[in-house]
């Protein structure tokens, strides 16, 4: 690759930057990818329990987290989920729909690599692996020094990913370029990700690990009603994944272990049949076993519940609050918070407004989807407008 010259570089062979340069290729533009590990699109590979989750069919901005909500409608608006499936379906890829309008992939998430690698190939894109970058300059061109040799190119487009996952190679990388720059970059943390419970939470639910059921958890203004799944050190599941990217440090989340169930209505009317059931027998049938045994171990039968303890019961039950002791990092997040401040970046065409020619798209950027396949439409998205004028 030595002194190669390019119209553009991609620096990132994953969703994002793969979906960028077949974009930016199909326009005629002579396009390499530089990917730091052996294999391109190595997260998506994992994704979806390795099915991928290769969009939602019900994506719109209020899925999205940013310093600025209105950077991602643009580029959302332009590429929809219908517009990745007409490739889905060129491509003759199998999938299915599960809950909440997730698509995954029948067979395997190399379905989507493969589509990807393809779609490149057919408009000469150059994918180069195991291409760390060392260094990235910039004068008249772009210049990118590499393990595997020198290369220069009018546009630079940064699809580096977040800080998630670092078994897979996730760094900094995207970050410092933004800073070498003099671009900003709002804080990071981990999103999607399990929290780890304060000592005398997690002492209350001891020997609860793999009990799971469906829970309404709310941390300010949002909220959300899918599964949780006690661990060895506090909550997982869809619902908790979701709630932490909207928690801070300090922050208390509430969470109803009984949504939709009138708790004290239910006791009440045991009450008044005399019922000799106790609590604990009677929430058993309301949640799973193990559960009811451990939040009731000392029950009343329902015939001698007062009015108070009906109360406390429901209160326990429907506003558990907890202030987690914090989460379980990078190494089990799904993605990054924060990143490339948007406002540094024409919501448009992603070029950065101080540096022609300089792109950003993808996770590096403050914008984050929620569970569920949005943030690969994310990537499909940025991608795909980015390529349209690199």
């Known amino acids: ?23 930016a290729g199909r326009r005629g533009r002579r396009v390499a990818v530089l990917e730091n590990n052996s294999q391109i699109g190595r997260k998506i590979m994992i994704s979806g329990g390795g099915r991928c989750n290769f969009t939602n069919v019900h994506t719109r901005p209020e899925n999205f987290v940013s310093a600025n909500p209105h950077f991602a409608k643009s580029a959302l608006a332009r590429y929809r989920p219908e517009n990745f499936l007409a490739l889905i379906r060129k491509h ?6 599960k809950t909440l309008g997730q698509l995954f992939c029948d067979r395997s998430a190399n379905d989507i690599v493969s589509l990807l690698e393809t779609e490149c ?7 180069e692996t195991a291409a760390g970058v060392r260094s990235v300059r910039c004068d008249s061109r772009f210049a990118v020094e590499t393990g595997v040799g020198f290369c220069t190119s009018d546009s630079l487009v940064v699809a580096t990913g977040g800080l998630s996952i670092p078994k897979l190679g996730a760094t900094s990388f995207g970050y410092d370029l933004a800073r070498q720059f003099g671009l900003g970059v709002i804080p990071c943390r981990p999103g999607l990700v399990p929290l780890v419970l304060q000592p005398g939470d997690l002492a209350a639910v001891s020997g609860l690990a793999g009990v799971s059921l469906e829970v309404l958890a709310r941390c300010g203004a949002a909220q959300f009603r899918e599964k949780m799944l006690f661990t060895h050190r506090g909550l997982s599941g869809p619902a908790i994944l979701q709630i932490s990217s909207y928690w801070a440090p300090g922050q208390e989340i509430e969470i109803d272990l009984l949504p939709g169930v009138d708790t004290v209505d239910l006791l009440c009317a045991r009450r008044t049949r005399g019922e000799s059931s106790e609590v604990r027998a009677i929430m058993a049938a309301h949640l799973p076993k193990r559960l009811a045994a451990a939040w009731f171990a000392a029950s ?4 001698m519940l007062s009015d108070r303890e009906i109360q406390a019961i429901s209160d326990r039950l429907h506003t558990w609050r907890i202030i987690p002791a914090g989460t379980e990092g990078y190494g089990k997040a799904e993605v990054t918070m924060g990143g490339v401040d948007t406002a540094e970046l024409s919501s448009k065409t992603f ?13 590096v950027l403050d914008v984050t989807g929620q569970l569920g396949g949005f943030n690969f439409q994310w990537a499909w998205a940025s991608g795909h407008a980015a390529g349209q004028f690199v």
């Open 1 to 23: 690759m030595a002194q190669s010259p390019f119209d553009v570089i991609v620096i990132g062979g994953g969703a994002a930057g793969l979906m960028c340069a077949m974009e």
């Open 300 to 303: 009343k039968p329902a015939a």
């Open 351 to 363: 070029e950065a407004q101080k540096i022609k020619g300089l792109y950003f798209i993808g996770e």
């Open 92 to 97: 003759h890829i199998p999938y299915h729909e």
């Open 121 to 127: 190939s057919a408009v000469g894109v150059r994918i």
